[in-house]
């Protein structure tokens, strides 16, 4: 995922200068580091969404011409007095005049961003989905999955154990999904769509495959886990061609023991570089603790990253991104650490959706960048999976021009297919 800091999108590229106010010395670098926490969090957020015309700050004083849809932040806590989420509502009608509630009224959406991220990088949909908001009488909340952006930050711990891989990765995915399912219960959804960006596309399946009475529709932005790993071999799959013969217990045993003795071989092949990451990944270390590990070296290595990989941005947006992502970058590490139990060293799923998605009943569909990373082979697939299971409300979509930030790289487009998707009729067997 290219939430992580690693940006494979941006690799090849000529440098972009920083923008003016993103640390380029050491000193710089010291101030910033000295200034992160809560408060100034809290603010670099207000300066993204205070972009937004109809946004209003906490303790502005009401307009004297109120827009017809208005947004807010607050927090939403959870049964847990130490859990809350941190939220963006979008809501139709004037801050004196709210909109008229019917039954027939359109399902709310919920964007869920990706790996590390926050509610923050939907910065340049949030106008487009707002005017939808309006129109539609919807609202639009945007999120902070718990652990992440500007959420509470509990310790992320998994039981299972390491080799028992569908109850570690049950696990794994708990924890981000049941906290969304209290919200939703806290907040009196019925139904809602959700939109998720990457590892929040890959939630939003799993919440989807727990809770389908709740879900509406599926718009999965670049997700992250779809497809199998090519490189990997599994004897499940060698022993399926050999059962049903003469002595196929034996050859299965034999297939087993051929693949293992494979698999020893290219390990033995890896360099020691790629031996110690896969060690690092299995052990649980993830790229923003790396960040945090070099101390006020680390608003230097974010300036970098930002400059870089959100060029679109204007100068101040991209400075204003920066402070957003370094505070949410180097607070309190929580959710991240789900990555080496959700995903495999080679960032693969380790229950990967496109074997999981037939029961599926709902509309999904899959986005992805014309220069993504993620491969859309694998949505291709998982379309095809849920067609066989009866679903024919699956499609995938290519936005040119754009990488795995598809939100940002090419936002004009990508709001206009989304308005598309988001007021299709959902046609239900």
Sequence with gaps: MAEVAVDVDAIGKDAVPPARGIPVTLRESFRSWWAVGEKESAASEERLLRTLPFFLPKGAPTPSTAPAVTASSSFVHLSNPAHYLNMLSILPGTVTSPAPSTPHTTPPVVLLHGYGAGLGFFLKNLPTLGQWS??????????????????????????????????????????????????????????????????????????????????????????????????????????????????????????????????????????????????????????????????????????????????????????????YILNITLAKGSGEYCISHILAPRVHARRPLVDRVAPLKVPVTFIYGEHDWMDPEGGVKAVENMRQAGNRNGRVHIVPGAGHHVYLDNAPALNELLVKELDKTVVRD
């Excluded at 049950?170 to 009196?188: H, K, T």
């Excluded at 999965?220 to 497809?227: E, K």
């Design 134 to 323: 309006s129109t539609r009488h919807t609202p639009v909340y945007a999120l902070d999955w718990l652990g992440m952006g500007r959420s509470s930050r509990p310790p992320f711990r998994v039981s299972a154990a390491r080799t028992n891989i569908d109850k570690r990765v049950a696990e794994a995915e708990a924890f981000f999904i049941d906290s969304l399912e209290e919200w939703r219960e806290r907040m009196g959804v019925e139904r809602m769509t959700l939109v998720g960006h990457s590892l929040g596309a890959y939630l939003s399946v799993v919440y989807a495959l727990r809770w389908p009475e709740r879900v509406e529709r599926l718009v999965l932005l670049s997700p992250a886990g779809v497809p199998r790993d090519p490189d990997t071999m599994q004897p499940s799959r060698e022993l399926d061609s050999v059962e049903g013969g003469e002595g196929s217990a034996v050859e299965g045993a034999a297939a087993v023991e051929r693949v293992k003795k494979e698999q020893k071989i290219e390990k033995r092949k890896e360099s020691r570089l790629r031996r110690l990451a896969t060690h690092l990944w299995e052990e649980g270390w993830s790229p923003f603790q790396v960040v945090r590990s070099t101390l006020f070296w680390g608003p230097m290595l974010v300036g970098k990253y930002t400059a870089r990989r959100f060029s679109g941005l204007t100068e101040e947006e991209t400075r204003n991104m920066h402070d």
